[in-house]
C-alpha cells in the first residue's frame, strides 16, 4: 500500500470548513483514497473514497489533485463532534484487503 | 442497521494469563479483521479471515491465534499475556472480494479494552 503523509494536527473553528490535506505522491493508478476518522476510544469510522473524481456524501468532500498525489478532505461545517483523528489510507478498493493506519490528523474543533 | 459486536467490552486480566476476545460481524459479511490500537498509538493490523480462511497476517505475536467460524464470527486468543498486551482490540468487518470486487468498506467494532495487571 502507498504511504500517505498528513499534518500532525489541525484547528478548526465551529462551524467553519475543516480542510484535512493528505499527500500520497507513490499512489499507483489502481489504488483509491479513503478516509476514516477515529473519535477517542471508539472503532475508527468510514468517511468518504474516491479514485481521481472528486466525491462527495452526507459528511464530507473529497478533492483529489488531478495527478493522484494529493486529496484533501472537506468537513463543511465542523461540529464539536467532529474532533476526531483522521486517516488518510491508500488502498486496493477490492474487498478484503487490510487497511493500513499511518498517523493520522488530530483535528481540534472549537467552539 | 445492525453493526460489528465486539465482546467483552472491557476485560481485566494478570500477566500470563489467557484471553479470548469475539468478534460478530455485520450480516452476510464473509471477511473480518483484527486491530491492536496501543495506548496513545494508531490501529495495528495483526490479521483478517475471509470465508474461515486466513487470508492476511500483520504484527501478530505468536502468543495470539484466532480462527473464524461457520457462522462467520471471530475469535482472538490470547495466551500468555504481557504488560505490553494492554491495548484497544478491534475487530472490522467487510464483504470480501468475490462479493466485492470494487467496494471494500470496512466497518468497526466498538473494541475490547484489555488491560493487563
Known amino acids: 500500500d502507498a504511504k500517505t503523509t498528513q499534518p500532525t494536527s489541525m484547528d478548526c473553528a465551529e462551524g467553519r470548513a475543516a480542510n484535512l490535506p493528505c499527500n500520497h505522491s507513490?499512489?499507483?493508478?489502481?489504488?483509491?483514497v479513503y478516509w476514516y476518522r477515529q473519535i477517542h476510544s471508539q472503532g475508527p469510522q468510514y468517511i468518504i473514497h474516491?479514485?481521481?473524481n472528486n466525491e462527495t456524501n452526507e459528511m464530507a468532500s473529497l478533492i483529489i489533485t488531478e495527478d493522484r498525489k494529493s486529496s484533501t478532505l472537506i468537513l463543511p461545517h465542523a461540529t464539536l463532534r467532529d474532533t476526531a483523528v483522521y486517516y488518510c489510507?491508500?488502498?486496493?478498493?477490492?474487498?478484503?484487503?487490510?487497511?493500513?493506519f499511518g498517523a493520522g490528523t488530530r483535528l481540534f474543533v472549537k467552539a | 442497521a445492525a453493526g460489528v459486536i465486539q465482546s467483552p467490552r472491557h476485560l481485566i486480566k494478570e500477566k500470563r494469563e489467557t484471553a479470548t476476545l469475539k468478534c460478530y460481524p455485520i450480516?452476510?459479511?464473509?471477511?473480518v479483521y483484527w486491530y491492536q490500537q496501543g495506548p496513545g498509538q494508531d490501529p495495528q493490523f495483526l490479521i483478517s479471515?475471509?470465508?474461515?480462511?486466513?487470508?492476511d497476517k500483520g504484527s501478530i505475536p505468536d502468543r495470539f491465534s484466532a480462527q473464524q467460524f461457520s457462522d462467520y464470527h471471530s475469535e482472538l486468543n490470547m495466551s500468555s499475556l504481557e504488560l505490553g498486551d494492554s491495548a484497544l482490540y478491534f475487530c472490522?468487518?467487510?464483504?470480501?472480494?468475490?462479493?466485492?470486487?470494487?467496494?471494500?468498506?470496512?466497518?468497526f467494532g466498538p473494541g475490547t479494552r484489555l488491560t493487563v495487571l
Open positions: 472490522a468487518s467487510s464483504l470480501g472480494r468475490v462479493r466485492a470486487p470494487r467496494y471494500n468498506e470496512q466497518f
Open positions: 507513490t499512489i499507483s493508478g489502481n489504488e483509491y
Open positions: 474516491g479514485l481521481k
Open positions: 489510507i491508500v488502498r486496493l478498493n477490492t474487498g478484503g484487503f487490510k487497511t493500513i
Open positions: 450480516p452476510r459479511h464473509d471477511t
Open positions: 479471515f475471509y470465508e474461515k480462511m486466513q487470508s
